[in-house]
């Protein structure tokens, strides 16, 4: 190390071109990393898409679902199979291990189909969907007219909008949603059908050859080529009409003589509505991997270049846009980021009194900042909530390490304050005050960085949430370290030290003020940055609210008191801090245990609050929208579904809170989205706090929003849209705690779904629940009886013929209109099917051209069968959804809930249950961490103990460890946050930084001992006074900065904070509690040398 620090002070006009590099490619470097709101913590799936159209879930499960749930289990990596078979389709969800390629499982995924395909029915084509995550539904938009209805507005959507969004760069898939398919239908009337002796398969063939368009080549005519082409489509409903189906008596039978043709709807499965008024919209997926941020500039870009092209009247109106909550988290953290910056210059310029001295060291932190953003590039880690979070609590360390340094050159060159010294010599005692702190810093660093480095164990959503942590603090570290020792030092010796260079004696002739005037200018200029900062925030509507500038500071009065009064306190400190110590120590010496006895009470304290907090996984984001999501029972109608959905947006955007509600009933046009047409999904856009009511906020508006959208027969489940998704993702169920039933039999899993729903409510913490009703959906059923059907000559074919067309309809072509193309669609009128009598009493034409009611040849009953099949790993899957109250834990809940079902619920043989959420991912993440973190603590010992080589003094310094740990719990316990990963997280830094001044003091104090005499007790108090003189200031500043950076996160309120709050909150505690150690380690010190001076004697 030395031989660098030499070579540094040697090249310093290399060394600032390599760090002024550093600082244009960090800016660089920020507008080329992709950003979020939160890591996309989504499981890492493949998702396989099936079409049967019109068939019964229990068809879909039995010949599509499980076939290809079996076939897709071989492909490497697997680590769960979900299947859900709805009507008409078939979702598989295959969630791969984190470790294996996206699009190598995707590969992988589509070679298996190819082969499993063939076991399907015919005309089941499966396909992968969209190269999106889970969390890549990031913009919503609506299209809204006067002028044009739903049809219109869905063909504009389908057929220009929705293409031109697509190419879009970074866009996966645009999906349509609501209003309806335009579709040309054929109502055919049965009875003038069996008039004429028709079929209705004569009259499906006879549409088929009648769209019909061909080419012939060419022809050659005077040297001319001309292209042969016989056009035949289908262009309106007149030819339609006109389609000869048969003769009778010579007659020729046209389409039009036994039905009515006319344009409708196609068959829906979904419905968008907005304050309570159905409309047209689509959702933008995000392709795997890409900028959420960037993606959605260049859709609203491509929105401004085609609204031009739009019909007169349309437009594009966004209803959820991920930007907003990215600009507003990310602002919280980078205002946060600029504020402690600021307060950390402050107490810098505090405390060294040397201008030029205070400024150095505060460079250091923008440049070790901009150094973790080129890593952050270099490594591809996004910028977002998580990986900022390890920023801001790296913040007050970053100067530290620089303090130190800075202090120690210092106080080289000035021993000898009499003496003048030459270029060399000064370079000597820069090179010396570095050395002698070199390894001490680097010491400190690694026992920072090695116990954070633990929470890379983690894996699941707790390693995608805070890996990102861990790396961005490293980074930071890292550059703070380099700096201290690299660029430092020669910032030292030509700004500061050599007063024979030309920019020293250039900065002392521009020196026209004293000191003080220029730190009060200073300290004016950042008060003035800060307030501006504070002002942009404040921007509302028409230009500048100046009550919202009062508003905030009376908001974070506690924060500007806390801050002033300490910095206050800092300052009064700066000029007394040695005095004080001089006084302290000698008297602590003489009453050593009026000193030990605080940090005694203070670890009691560690073990009475250490069982007394809660715990849960991780602290929920306010995302500035609500979720909410209504479920009807199975046996619900579209329309009724659609009705309950209009009625209660009506009533959500009632409330002055709101600003808009867009609902969802079933689902969009998607692979990503398997929802049955009884679940609603309705986005609750909330305005900004400052306009709710007196007294509001959002727990409060969730409660009113809930009791006035109370409907019997309906379950109401809320969460936020991005929360919603990771549950779905990585539980397979809608709510952050469920309860999963396994089985053979459908029935026999609803039936124990509902035993344990009604059990769970006597479990202290239940506050509501919903138990899937599986088999809730009636089905009307023709069983044919072949022995009947065999007299008439009919085969089952035919007879399954006439209830698919008759009944259900079938789309029989597609017709062309330019680029647009619509299905033509044969089915018997309204009036031959609406009710179960006509339903029994449809007639069938048989070879010899009688006619019989299906009633003769088919056993027709009515029965309730399921609306949605679930399953995982071929396993039939029910679910319990469950909603704690706020009081208890999810782990706790958990444990009790397992204990009262085993005592009071039966569980059939060959069914069992297992609860599912986010408190899996907690009880994995702490049972490593149980084992991960003695080891930490077992790593910080090694280390210090590799510094002093001493078991005693490395316990002396480790003792700041449980000392701190007391702090953070009882700082997490007047805050009321519950224990966490993200609190765990804080700890673990606290846990690197508690020891930092315990290194730093006891490698001085052993530094004193070699230099200096030791031959009586007075002498070890020399030496150990003299230590904690000269080492004080750095050491309280350090603290200080460390302390003063988090506190504005503390008070913070922006979106974003519930997120960092609780990572920031243990260290603030401990290093507040920490401070004892500078009075703590010279006196366990004391009694260590003196022990040691007594086995000397012997």
């Known amino acids: 190390m030395d031989k660098l620090i030499k070579f540094c002070l040697k090249n310093r006009f290399f060394v600032y071109m390599i760090f002024g590099s550093l600082v244009i490619f960090g800016f660089y470097s920020i507008t080329q990393v992709p950003m979020d709101a939160i890591p996309d913590i989504g499981e890492n799936q493949v998702i396989v898409y099936a079409d049967w159209e019109g068939r019964s879930p229990k068809d879909v499960e039995n010949q599509v679902t499980y076939p290809l749930t079996t076939a897709l289990q071989g492909i490497p990596g697997v680590k769960e199979i979900r299947g859900q078979s709805g009507f008409g389709l078939s979702m598989i969800y295959i969630i791969f291990k984190d470790n294996v390629d996206y699009y190598f499982a995707r590969t992988r995924t589509l070679e298996k189909l190819n082969y499993a395909a063939k076991d399907l029915p015919e005309g089941v084509i499966p396909t992968l969907g969209p190269d999106g995550t889970g969390l890549g539904q990031i913009f919503w938009y609506t299209l809204e007219s006067d002028k044009h209805n739903l049809t219109e507005l869905r063909s504009i959507q389908d057929w220009y909008v929705r293409y031109a969004l697509a190419s879009v760069e970074g866009v996966s898939e645009i999906a349509s949603i609501g209003g309806y398919v335009k579709q040309y239908q054929i109502d055919i009337d049965p009875n003038k059908l069996f008039a004429y002796g028709i079929r209705s398969s004569m009259i499906m063939e006879a549409v088929k050859k009648s769209n019909i368009d061909v080419g012939a080549k060419v022809v050659e005519l005077n040297g001319v080529e001309f292209l042969i082409r016989g056009v035949g489509f289908i262009k309106t409903n007149t030819d339609i009409e006109n389609i000869v189906i048969g003769s009778n008596k010579g007659i020729p039978v046209r389409i039009k003589d036994v039905a009515i043709v006319q344009i409708g709807s196609d068959f829906r499965r979904g419905i968008l509505d907005k304050n309570g008024k159905e409309a047209v919209g689509g959702v933008v997926i995000m392709r795997y991997r890409e900028n959420p941020l960037r993606v959605i500039q260049n859709i609203k870009a491509k929105i401004e270049s085609i609204s031009p092209g739009l019909p007169d009247g349309v437009k594009i109106v966004p209803f959820y846009d991920r930007t907003q909550l990215i600009n507003e988290t990310l602002m919280t953290l980078l205002e946060s980021i600029i504020v402690i910056i600021f307060i950390t210059m402050a107490v810098v310029l505090s405390f060294f009194l040397p201008f030029r001295m205070s400024m150095v060291i505060s460079l250091t932190m923008p440049v070790a900042i901009l150094f973790s953003f080129i890593m952050m590039n270099i490594f591809k880690i996004d910028i977002h909530i998580m990986s900022l979070a390890g920023i801001i609590i790296a913040i007050g360390t970053i100067v530290d390490m620089g303090i130190v340094v800075t202090e120690n050159i210092h106080r080289n060159l000035t021993e000898n304050p009499h003496e003048e010294l030459s270029s060399e010599m000064i370079k000597d005692a820069v090179f010396k005050g570095t050395y002698e702190v070199a390894r001490s810093v680097a010491g400190a660093i690694l026992t920072t960085i090695i116990p954070f480095l633990a929470i890379l164990v983690l894996q699941g959503q707790s390693a995608k949430l805070f890996h990102p942590v861990v790396y961005t603090k490293t980074f930071v570290l890292i550059g703070s370290l380099v700096c201290a020792i690299v660029l430092l030092p020669s910032l030292y010796y030509d700004f500061i030290a050599n007063t024979h260079g030309f920019i020293v004696k250039f900065i002392l002739k521009l020196k026209t003020y004293k000191l003080i005037k220029l730190k009060i200018i200073v300290l004016t200029v950042l008060f003035v940055i800060l307030t501006e900062r504070i002002m942009t925030l404040t921007k509302v509507y028409q230009g500048f609210n100046y009550n919202r500038i009062i508003e905030w500071f009376v908001s974070n009065i506690y924060m500007l008191l806390f801050s002033a009064g300490f910095l206050t306190f800092l300052v009064f400190l700066s000029t007394r801090l040695k005095s004080i110590m001089a006084v302290i120590i000698p008297w602590g010496l003489k009453n050593r245990w009026f000193l030990i006895i605080p940090a005694m009470i203070f670890l009691f304290s560690l073990y009475l609050l250490a069982f007394r907090i809660q715990n849960e996984f991780k602290p929920s984001l306010d995302e500035g929208s609500l979720l909410f999501m209504p479920v009807l029972l199975p046996s619900a109608s579209i329309n009724q579904v659609h009705e309950i959905m209009k009625k209660q947006n009506e009533i959500i955007i009632s409330f002055p809170e709101v600003a808009s509600a867009v609902g969802k009933l079933g689902r969009i046009e998607s692979a990503t989205d398997p929802a049955d047409i009884t679940m609603i999904e309705t986005i609750i856009n909330l305005k900004p706090k400052k306009l709710w009511r007196k ?135 309204r009036e031959y099917r609406d009710n179960l009598e006509n339903l029994t009493n449809i007639l069938i034409i048989t070879p010899g051209g009688d006619k019989i009611p299906i009633s003769r040849i088919a056993d027709i009953h009515y029965e309730m069968g399921p609306a949605m099949i679930s399953s995982e790993n071929s396993m039939l899957r029910g679910v319990v959804y469950l909603n704690l109250k706020n009081t208890v834990g999810a782990v706790d809940f958990v444990k009790n809930a397992r204990k009262y079902i085993k005592d009071n619920v039966e569980i059939p043989k060959g069914y069992y249950y297992k609860f599912a959420g986010d408190f899996i991912n907690q009880k994995e993440a702490f049972d490593k961490l149980k084992f991960i973190l003695p080891l930490c603590l077992l790593l910080i010992f090694i280390i210090i103990y590799f510094t002093f080589k001493s078991v005693i003094q490395s316990l002396i310094v480790f003792l700041a460890v449980p000392i701190s740990l007391s702090g953070g719990l009882i700082m997490l316990w007047i805050f009321g946050f519950n224990m966490s990963i993200a609190v765990v997280v804080g700890f673990i830094a606290l846990l690197g930084i508690a020891v930092d001044d315990g290194i730093i003091l006891t490698t001085y104090i052993n530094q004193l001992r070699d230099e200096l005499p030791m031959k009586t007790v007075d002498d070890v108090h020399i030496i150990i006074t003299k230590a904690a003189i000269q080492r004080v200031r750095p050491l309280f500043m350090t603290s200080s900065t460390t302390i003063l950076a988090l506190v504005p996160i503390l008070w913070s309120t922006g979106r974003g904070s519930e997120m960092i709050k609780p990572m920031s909150i243990p260290s603030i505690g401990g290093m507040l509690i920490v401070i004892i150690s500078i009075f703590m380690t010279p006196i366990l010190n004391s009694f260590y040398l003196e022990w040691k001076l007594k086995e000397m004697k012997k």
């Open 695 to 829: 007294g509001m906020n959002s727990i409060k508006l969730k409660k009113e929003l809930n009791n006035a959208l109370k409907i019997p027969g309906v379950s109401n489940i809320w969460t936020q849209p991005i929360q919603n998704r990771i549950d779905m993702l990585s539980t397979g169920i809608r709510t952050s705690v469920g309860i999963k039933v396994f089985g053979s039999d459908l029935y026999e899993i609803e039936k124990l779904s509902i035993k344990l729903e009604n059990a769970i409510k006597n479990v202290p913490g239940y506050d509501s629940s919903f138990s899937e009703r599986i088999t809730g959906k009636p089905y009307f059923e023709y069983i044919i009886n072949r022995e009947e059907i065999a007299r008439f000559g009919l085969s089952i074919s035919d007879v399954q013929d006439v209830i698919a067309t008759s009944i259900g309809g079938e789309n029989l072509t597609i017709t062309y209109e330019g680029r647009e193309k619509y299905p033509i669609r044969i089915r018997y009128m």
